[in-house]
């Protein structure tokens, strides 16, 4: 979405658009469930995990990081990722909040 257009929408709904397209990605879902799945940092699994390439993985991860829904640390010569929690817990109150209960109304289509 063009920085002119997306004034047009609220803050809410500029912020969950960002969020969904941080996750928006298989690979970022699958690196996602894998990472809550272990509960623990996790380092070079993910690339056999995955299937992917080194470089692709680690796109996928660097956009994750900037979206701030995973933590990097540095450990040698590798980086440990892990869900940051705080961020974890903000995008799942705003995808309740956003996926309301719908009525089942059934005169619609």
Known sequence: MGLTKSDLFTKQQNDIANM?????HPARIAILQYLVKKNACVTGDLVEELGLAQATTSQHLKELKN???IQGTVEGAS???CI???VWNRYKQVFNVFFVEVKNDSSCC
Do not use: R
């Open 20 to 24: 969904a397209k941080a996750i928006a």
């Open 67 to 69: 979206a701030g829904i």
């Open 79 to 81: 980086v440990c990722y």
């Open 84 to 86: 940051d929690p705080k």
